[in-house]
């Protein structure tokens, strides 16, 4: 079973940027799709995007032409490019994907958090 590790995650000011990196154990070619989650204080996990293998992406409508997600399979890593964030940005954000014949994964996640 692959292992995912989040990294990137910090203490931005509002308007800022950050990149989420999700590096995987091993190869990430047999996990379809990857994406994103984040859990913000009191509520629930929710996703936030998506990349299959094949290149193609999905956004929640709340991140929509802020963030960017994308993968690369020569690094096992999946990125979560996020502009212009805002404080209802904050949370624990969680790499995700989907292993054949394994099932779900899950990252130890990492803390984005947004003042302003």
């Known amino acids: 079973q692959v292992q995912l590790a989040e990294s990137g995650g910090g203490l931005v000011q509002a308007g800022g940027s950050l990149r989420l990196s999700c590096a995987a154990s091993?190869?990430?070619?047999?996990?379809?799709?990857m994406g994103w989650y984040r859990q913000a204080p009191g509520k629930q996990r929710e996703w936030v995007a998506s990349?299959?293998?094949?290149?193609?992406?999905h956004y929640a409508d709340s991140v929509k032409g802020r963030f960017t997600i994308s993968r690369d399979n020569a690094k096992n890593t999946v990125y979560l490019q996020m502009i212009s964030l805002k404080s209802e940005d904050t949370g624990v954000y969680y790499c995700?994907?989907?292993?054949?014949?394994?099932?779900?994964?899950w990252g130890q996640g990492t803390q984005v958090t947004v003042w302003s």
């Open positions: 990349i299959t293998s094949g290149g193609s992406t």
């Open positions: 995700h994907g989907v292993q054949t014949g394994v099932g779900l994964l």
């Open positions: 091993g190869s990430i070619f047999s996990i379809n799709p």
